[in-house]
């Protein structure tokens, strides 16, 4: 493993991650947000809070770059398109449909949740493929 390039890797989809996440959640998922306001914390605890969501995208990112890196095939592109799809599907599924069952959400949201997840597995899955370099 290229040490140097898996630690860059780590840190370029770490912020793609945390931008990807807000354009999904703090733009496009918004208004579903406020409509079910109810169901969720008060808007100052969470701010409280936030720094667990930077500490587990911290910890989710160095194990989805880890796991890319050790299966690498070195196949381009699609490789990370693969990775990140099946890496998506993997994780958000689960997170997406648990919470359905668990919470009081409408299964728009539970979708919504399910394929923005995938989608930005597969972004970050396409970075990685472009931006980490093996040990020569």
Known sequence: MNTKSFAITV???YVLQQVLGYLMHQ???????????????PRAE????????FA??????????YIFVR???GKGIMEGVRYGALMGLFYNLT???DSYVIYPITSSLALKWFLG?????IILGVVASLVY????
């Open 11 to 13: 840190v370029v989809l």
């Open 27 to 41: 733009v496009w998922l918004t208004p579903v947000y406020e409509e079910l306001a109810a169901v969720f914390r």
């Open 46 to 53: 969470m701010d409280q809070m936030l720094w667990i969501f």
């Open 56 to 65: 587990t995208s911290a910890v989710w990112v160095l194990v989805f770059t």
């Open 71 to 73: 299966g690498r095939e």
């Open 95 to 97: 997170i997406a449909y």
């Open 117 to 121: 997840g995938i989608a930005i597995s």
């Open 133 to 136: 370099k093996p040990s020569n």
